[in-house]
């Protein structure tokens, strides 16, 4: 039980690689953790989503929406996932300010105790806030190597790329590394 006393959110919209998503609900908690979904719920109790690939459905009823900054330093590690879930998460409904999701991911950015993974495509939701990732090591998806040079980002040609506490990923068919690189930094932090 390597993650035994770990909190682990991982950040959910419809359209997600169903393969990734689920190694991480079994993966994670298989090692102890404490394993969150979390969303944009809109008022709503539940929401439930369709994976891009066979139209899974996966029921989320945990939101980022109003987390205290208490509750968010509770986490150890935020995962924004692979796929269109960060596209669909950085919508928002008002132009003039940055979606709330990447608001959220924002603050988390902000707390050092949290460690941040962010996998292929996920890159999209730092967009609007470039400077969570300016002048940091990463990887992400082949098709956004451009969007990460723009963002000022140092694309690295690897699979999986540790830049202090930010965990990057190249693809959701890479899932496994990027978990595997997660879990045995969260469990270096528990022998510390």
């Known amino acids: ?12 919209e419809a359209d997600y690689f ?6 991480y609900k079994f993966r994670f908690p298989e090692e102890g953790a404490d394993l969150h979904f979390l969303t944009r719920l ?8 369709l994976g891009h690939e066979y139209r899974a459905p996966m029921d989320c009823w945990e939101s980022f929406e109003n987390m205290s900054d208490e509750e968010l330093r509770t986490y150890d590690a935020m995962i924004v996932p692979s796929g269109m879930v960060s596209d669909r998460l950085r919508y928002t409904e008002d132009v003039e300010k940055i979606p709330p999701a990447t608001e959220f991911l924002k603050r988390v950015f902000a707390e050092p105790g949290i460690l941040k993974g962010i996998i292929c495509h996920g890159l999209w939701l730092t967009a609007p806030a470039t400077e969570l990732v300016r002048g940091r090591r990463l990887v992400c998806h082949n098709n956004l190597i451009g969007d990460a040079k723009a963002y000022g980002a140092i694309y690295t040609n690897e699979d999986v790329v540790v830049d202090g506490d930010l965990i990057t990923g190249r693809s959701g068919g890479h899932a496994h590394l990027f978990a595997k690189k997660i879990i045995e930094t969260l469990s270096a932090a528990n022998q510390n």
């Not at 809109?42 to 989503?49: A, C, E, H, N, P």
């Open 42 to 49: 809109w008022g709503q109790d539940k929401l439930t989503f």
């Open 1 to 12: 039980m390597k993650l035994a006393g770990k909190k682990i959110g991982v950040l959910l």
């Open 18 to 23: 169903e393969n990734e998503i689920f190694y």
